[in-house]
C-alpha cells in the first residue's frame, strides 16, 4: 500500500494518540491526544478520523514486551481493539500492529526542555508524539 492516508493509534490506559500521515510522501504528523473512555468510545474516533480523512490504513502502536516476547496485558489490549477495529471498518482499510517499544520514552524527551518549561503540560503532547514516531517507523520500514 503506497498511496491514500494513515492514521496511527497510541493506545493508553488513559489516554489515546494520534499521529496522521500521507503514505507516498511517508511523513507523520502528531494529530491528537483524547481520552480513552473505553473501546466502543476509542473505536468510534479512529472510524471518525478513517473517514474524515479518507484514510486507506491504521497503524496500532504494538506495545511489544523488553522481555523475550513475553505476552502482557497492553499486547492483549491493543490485540482486542485491533480485532474490533478490522471488523468496524470497510474492509478495504487495513489495519495493521507495529512494534512501538520506546516511542513514549523517545516523545517524552523530545518535550523534556518544553514541558520544564511549562509550555507543555505533562503527558499532553507526549502520546501524539509517540504515534507519530511509531507511523514514521512504520513508512521508513515500507
Partial sequence: MSKGKAVCIDYGKKRIG????????KMAFPREVFENKGIEKV????IELVSELNATIVVIGYPLSMNDGQKNIMMSEVEKLSETLKNALPKEIEVV????RLTSFEAQ???KDVREKGIVPRGTADDAYA????LQRYFDRL
Avoid: H
Fill in 109 to 111: 524527551n523530545v518535550f
Fill in 18 to 25: 494520534v499521529a496522521t500521515g500521507v503514505l507516498d510522501m
Fill in 97 to 100: 500492529l507495529f512494534d512501538e
Fill in 43 to 46: 473505536v468510534s474516533r479512529v
Fill in 131 to 134: 504515534a507519530q514516531i511509531t
